[in-house]
């Protein structure tokens, strides 16, 4: 069926990451606007398009968005104000993308099992790719910096060429997995898969996705798998007392040179920004220009990747949509959270443990708005909605 085959696309262009990008422009960007079109036409007129009940507050976002650029149009030129218009179209065609994987596994096209196998061979991927490039790019500062990384050194990053974001990606698969272990399915596959994951989450060394890793730990070992309370710290206090490399990257915290440092001054001017422009925001992810135009920006650093963005998604869509926005955004998600832990649904704690593990990962950086994670993330929670 060509829905299936636009799927396995998407998923294995998102999976390839920076590698298909081609001059401004990502495959998996074009892979998810057919996936999505497509996939929205097929429901329409051949079967019948359900919209879950999860996904509607994250509709009413985006045309709280739309509306907040619409009103700050003024302040941008033609070229930004488009520019904008285009990265909100994106976040569109990846809602549309979960709300298409949705209606395929409510009409039968694809079962839960299969979705889950596909984002473990996805998550395998990557850890392969990431094995790849240790070998062969371990140290990120040999690249031209006009590129823009980070200069990570012996940490995976994979086909994102970003520990942190690969870090978050790895752990939300990994959720998905314990989320059928709890409940039942333990087969051979699933285990080992789960290990291999784990040992890679700790191959990045990301301190954010380290902490999302003991959240949803936390909350499966307090709801369902007790044993997994004590495997959390066993594992931590291996890792702390057997890797040096764990105690320097942990007490890096407090060291002014440590990336943690700039994540303050990113947070502080996001917050003076928010401030400026509480009612409506800026314009979503007009951002970049207001940090030029507040003089947080260089000419330097102004095209950098970080430019674009703070590092919290929290703080981002406050000062990009207003008060309004973030409220409705965080509403968004609290909304399956909240239903899920009162409910005794079969796969309920992998929106409980996934919605606040991702939630304060991205108070660190701005991963719900990653195009792998937002796929991946609206897929699974608007698959969980109880009308699919």
């Not at 096209?109 to 061979?121: P, S, V």
């Not at 994979?158 to 698969?173: I, Q, R």
């Not at 784990?198 to 369902?224: C, E, H, P, Q």
Request: glycine share 6%.
């Amino acid at each position: 069926m060509l829905l299936k085959y636009l799927f396995y696309i998407l998923l294995g262009t998102l999976s390839l990451g920076q590698l298909v990008k081609a001059g401004d422009y990502y495959l998996f960007d074009l892979a998810a606007v057919v996936f999505s079109f497509y996939g929205i036409v097929f429901f329409l007129f051949k079967r019948n398009l359900k919209i879950p009940q999860y996904s509607v507050l994250f509709f009413v976002f985006s045309l709280l968005a739309g509306t907040s650029l619409l009103l700050n149009f003024y302040r941008y030129g033609s070229n930004e104000g488009m520019t904008s218009a285009f990265y909100l179209i994106r976040y569109v065609v990846y809602l549309l993308s979960g709300l298409v994987v949705s209606n395929m596994l409510s009409s039968k096209i694809m079962a839960r099992e299969q979705l889950e196998k596909y984002l473990i061979f996805s998550a395998l991927f990557l850890c392969g790719a990431g094995l790849v490039q240790l070998l062969v790019l371990p140290d990120f500062s040999v690249l031209d910096p006009s590129f823009g990384w980070d200069p990570h050194k012996n940490r995976v990053a994979s086909t994102f060429f970003d520990p942190n974001f690969l870090g978050a990606y790895l752990v939300t698969v990994f959720s998905v997995i314990l989320g059928s272990i709890a409940g039942g399915k333990r087969g051979k596959f699933r285990l080992i898969s789960a290990v291999v994951i784990l040992i890679f989450i700790f191959l990045t060394f990301s301190r954010s996705a380290w902490a999302m890793l003991a959240v949803v730990l936390f909350i499966f070992g307090l709801f369902k798998l007790r044993k997994f309370l004590f495997l959390g710290l066993f594992l931590a206090f291996l890792a702390y007392f057997l890797v040096p490399r764990v105690q320097i990257r942990l007490s890096g915290i407090t060291d002014p040179a440590d990336s943690a440092r700039y994540r303050l001054v990113s947070w502080k001017n996001a917050l003076q920004i928010s401030r400026d422009n509480l009612l409506t925001g800026v314009g979503f992810n007009a951002y970049r220009y207001v940090q030029r135009d507040y003089n947080f920006l260089t000419v330097d650093n102004i095209s950098s990747r970080s430019g674009a963005g703070t590092d919290s998604s929290l703080l981002f869509v406050l000062a990009t949509t207003g008060i309004f926005g973030a409220l409705t955004f965080a509403a968004a998600l609290a909304f399956p959270f909240l239903d899920n832990a009162v409910s005794r649904r079969k796969y309920r704690l992998v929106i409980v443990s996934l919605v606040p593990a991702l939630m304060l990962e991205s108070l660190f950086i701005n991963s719900l708005f990653y195009p792998q994670i937002m796929f991946v993330l609206y897929t699974v929670i608007f698959s969980s909605s109880p009308d699919i």
